[in-house]
């Protein structure tokens, strides 16, 4: 039980950091488009929001513009592990939708998400970021769970977690401060942008939550 225990963890942790380092990759490009865009005076782009689907796997989404999909095949300790990532930058925010498949044994069941994969999170994972919330809930008969946190004052990331048997559905929205402006202020003046997302995101088939999972 502990080896197991280990795995899923070691395996979060891996989750982690590569969504992490996508976040910190996209900061970069952000901050250099903000840049660019003050020197030449590149007006703000024009979002249009238009729904997302893919039959692949099985998830609809409300995007403000066309996103781009990859799917790359990542070796986590010699396990082959798929990972399909939809996401676009548009007006200084990121929106990312990632599915991992995970062999089995590598995630916990459904019914341990809250005090197994949130809590873990929170330990060892985001004991260094301001964390603002967090909760769980329940997303179409799934366990999910919710952080709102900053890694650093200039951004806020609201990051949901939701655990289907194999698959580990990761959909987060990072925001960019104004100037002045307070968390309180960040998601006011983002609340249509933050709902139209998160409440847009569903599954568009049924998952049978097999009870022998993890």
């Known amino acids: ?45 024009t979002e249009n929001w238009k729904q997302f689907v893919s ?18 095949f990542r070796d986590e300790f010699g396990i082959q ?30 019914s341990d998400l809250a005090e197994g994969y949130g809590e873990w999170l929170k330990t060892y994972i985001l004991r260094n970021v301001k964390i603002r919330s967090e909760r769980t809930f329940v997303f179409q008969k799934y366990s999910a769970v919710e952080f709102i946190y900053q890694q650093n004052p200039r951004e806020l990331i609201i990051h949901r977690s939701i655990v289907v048997n194999q698959k ?14 307070k968390v309180e202020q960040v998601l006011e003046n983002n609340k249509e942008r933050i709902t139209k997302f998160f409440d847009s995101f569903k599954f568009t088939e049924e998952f049978s939550i097999n009870p022998d999972v993890g």
Do not use: W
């Not at 380092?21 to 030449?40: C, E």
């Open 1 to 45: 039980m502990r080896k197991i225990i280990l795995g899923i963890f070691i395996s979060m942790f891996l989750m982690f950091i590569c969504v992490d380092a996508q976040k910190k990759k996209s900061s970069k490009l952000v901050r250099k488009k903000a840049a660019i865009a003050q020197s030449v005076s590149i007006p703000v782009e």
């Open 55 to 72: 039959e692949e796997l099985g998830i609809a989404c409300d995007f403000p513009k066309q996103p781009f999909k990859e799917t790359i």
């Open 81 to 110: 592990v798929k990972s399909s990532s939809v996401q676009i930058y548009i007006n200084k925010n990121y929106y990312l939708i990632e599915v991992r498949e995970y062999p089995k044994l590598f995630l916990p069941k459904a």
């Open 168 to 181: 580990l559905f990761q959909i987060l929205f990072q925001l960019e401060f104004k100037k002045g402006e």
